[in-house]
């Protein structure tokens, strides 16, 4: 099994910063994308940002660009969201999930991880 563990979330004014962290564990052969995902109040869960096994940026949210940089360590299977100048509207639950392959041969499956409140005052 693969378990996803995020911190890093908490009550933040608008224009300040947060880190998410997210450490994938359990029987992990290679990881290939990681992403943030987040769900605001009374809304749809939507993408924020993805990066590839290579580390490379995929996509950002276009309410995110600029603000908010995705990154991972693939020697601690972790990937990143650093928020800098938040603003009220990026209050939200966000969760990681990453593609997991658990066997060398299988296909990768995706987790999810429980999920972060981030929340920003005005």
């Known amino acids: 099994q693969v378990q996803l563990v995020e911190s890093g979330g908490g009550l933040v004014q608008a224009g300040g910063s947060l880190r998410l962290s997210c450490a994938a564990s359990?029987?992990?052969?290679?990881?290939?994308?990681m992403g943030w995902y987040r769900q605001p109040p009374g809304k749809q869960r939507e993408l924020v940002a993805t990066?590839?096994?290579?580390?490379?940026?995929?996509y950002y949210a276009d309410s995110v660009k600029g603000r908010f940089t995705i990154s991972r360590d693939n020697a601690k299977n972790t990937v990143y969201l650093q928020m800098n100048s938040l603003k009220a509207e990026d209050t939200a639950v966000y969760y990681c999930?990453?593609?997991?392959?658990?066997?060398?041969?299988?296909?990768?499956?995706?987790?999810w991880g429980q999920g972060t409140q981030v929340t920003v005052s005005s």
């Open positions: 999930n990453a593609d997991v392959k658990t066997l060398r041969w299988s296909s990768p499956g995706r987790y």
């Open positions: 359990g029987t992990i052969f290679s990881i290939n994308a």
């Open positions: 990066v590839t096994s290579g580390g490379r940026t995929d």
